[in-house]
């Protein structure tokens, strides 16, 4: 062994000891020639290791056999034609594993081991699949390999947590195959794509569909928008319920559909002028919206299908069908943060508002109040948004604002346990004035105790209750479960979800993009199954 500069080099031979031909098995000892390999070992000390390993080429007495000679292996220091031992390959394997091609070709050059991004490529290509059972709960999700392009198939085993295979569409035909070439899943579980049901119906018939929890619920947060979007005209009920703080209905954190309380109001001509509401906005956004609403109901009414209206008017279908739901414009607008940009003084006007009354009114002594507080911006913003109110003493506190819609959402399926006080009285305030709300209400939350207890005997009732309610965008709602009955039932009775597969695929997320520009399919499959 001799160590130079920043390289330990390290001269071995192999042992004289007979060895057996690989062709026929006979042991032989007679030697042909001896060779020298050269192999890179993991580092000593922080410097690279190189061995010059002596081996020898030995004849075979079996005239039987085809070799006449072979070379002696030594399989617990490297494999055949190997340019590395062992042990440094399955290091440079977690390397590529964990980091990629190019993170993992820097961290090497510290590991005294450097090898190119190309060669760690190379080597998590030339692994095998990992040799895993079928599972007997299959989970199934589709992620994008170019969002809006091309998207893949995610396959996990949902009791072990691993991935089991990467498909590179999600077709109900690949996904029917897969499943049909892997015979013995018990229970399936997905979201509520039609792809996948169709696939898990004809690839395997005899499995329980489940349809994901999360999804479900999903969708009924959207049905029960559209609904509070209707009836938005009673949410300023909310304004009868006196606090002591009288803007947390306005909180711009927990609001992020409205823009932030500016302490504006639409009498004070010094101030910003507040979000308009839906009818009132004139912005361009507002506009086009109105224009596409009004031409895909005077389609409608022509007589004029979703597909044809989509060719005619150039929108995804997704687009025309939420323009189809929508009985008034209105319903489209309540989100009166579309198009805007939220400014980073924000959050922080209403504590400038209070310190001007309070007689500051120096920027300078202001700016460095509020960046204590967090302020992020520079102090030009705060000069120019405070220049206004130089010809005035004091800013007027404006009228308070209902909630958004949103918010209403939010407290509507929030638990009554865990839901704010004063948050429970301007909802309790909404649906006394509101009795569609009021119902909406009690059909969320008859359907969060039946999912939350598993009670999926009961969806049959709850539905045929909605039927009868006279609330469109929840009967909607059921007849998109009616659709998936079975397998909705599934998900509210057993205990099964796509939980594990969501996690799967934000993991996925993450590796494409340690992958930019190289994260081709058969390599992203390798890193996903591979990977501890």
């Known amino acids: 062994m001799s160590a130079g500069g920043r390289t330990v080099r390290i001269d071995a031979r192999t042992s004289e000891t007979p060895t057996a031909c690989p062709g026929c098995g006979t042991v032989s000892g007679r030697v042909h020639s001896r060779y020298d390999r050269r192999l890179s070992d993991t580092a000593a000390a922080g410097q690279e290791v190189l061995i010059r390993l002596t081996v020898r080429r030995l004849f075979c007495d079996n005239p039987e056999c085809t070799k006449t000679t072979f070379a002696e292996q030594s399989p617990e220091l490297a494999g055949r034609y190997a340019r590395r031992t062992t042990i440094l390959e399955r290091m440079l394997c977690a390397v590529a594993l964990a980091l990629g091609g190019r993170a993992g070709a820097r961290l090497t050059r510290h590991l005294a081991a450097s090898v190119s991004r190309m060669t760690l490529l190379r080597i998590v290509r030339g692994l095998s699949d990992p040799d895993r059972p079928t599972p007997r709960v299959l989970g199934i999700d589709d992620f994008a390999l170019r969002r809006g392009h091309h998207y893949g198939t995610l396959l996990v085993d949902v009791e072990s947590h691993r991935p089991v295979d990467v498909l590179t569409d999600r077709g109900a035909q690949t996904v029917a195959d897969w499943l049909r070439a892997h015979p013995g899943i018990q229970i399936i579980c997905r979201d509520r794509a039609s792809a996948y049901a169709e696939a898990a119906r004809d690839g395997a018939p005899d499995a329980v569909q489940v349809a994901d929890r999360w999804h479900v619920w999903h969708n009924l947060a959207e049905a029960i928008e559209r609904t509070i979007a209707q009836h938005q005209s009673h949410l300023s009920a909310a304004l009868t319920v006196e606090t002591d703080n009288n803007t947390k209905a306005d909180n711009p954190k927990t609001d992020e559909s409205v823009a932030a309380d500016d302490h504006s109001g639409p ?13 009132d906005r004139t912005d361009r956004w507002a506009v086009r919206t109105r224009e596409r609403h009004a031409a895909v109901h005077a389609l409608i009414a022509e007589g004029v299908g979703i597909k044809a209206i989509c060719r005619q008017l150039n929108l ?43 007689g500051c009114t120096n920027a300078a002594i202001l700016f460095t109040e509020i960046t204590a507080r967090g302020y992020r911006g520079g102090e030009t913003l705060v000069r120019s948004y405070l220049h206004q109110f130089r010809t005035t003493t004091r800013i007027p506190q404006p009228p308070r604002k209902p909630p958004s819609v949103r918010r209403v959402v939010s407290w509507i399926m929030t638990d009554p346990t865990d839901i704010d006080p004063v948050d429970q009285q301007r909802l ?7 009795p569609p709300l009021n119902a909406l209400a009690g059909h969320v939350r008859s359907f969060a105790t039946m999912m939350c207890s598993l009670r999926g005997q009961d969806l049959e009732g709850w539905m045929t209750a909605v039927d009868t309610s006279g609330l469109p965008a929840l009967r909607s709602f059921v007849l998109g479960l009616r659709r998936d009955q079975d397998a909705v039932t599934a998900g509210l009775t057993l205990p099964w979800s796509s939980g594990v597969v969501e996690g799967h695929v934000n993991r996925l997320k993450m590796l494409k993009r340690q992958m ?4 081709k399919p058969d390599l992203l499959r390798k890193r996903v199954l591979l990977a501890e």
């Open 267 to 279: 009498d004070d001509p010094l101030l910003p002028v507040a979000p308009p509401m839906p009818g």
């Open 316 to 358: 995804a279908r997704g687009t025309v069908r939420r323009f189809a739901r929508a009985d008034t414009v209105e319903e489209l607008l309540t989100r009166n943060g579309t198009g805007r940009r939220r400014s980073l003084l924000e959050e922080f006007k209403p504590y400038l508002h209070d310190r001007w009354n309070a």
């Open 428 to 434: 309790d305030a909404i649906l006394a004035a509101s």
């Open 516 to 519: 930019f520009g190289r994260a």
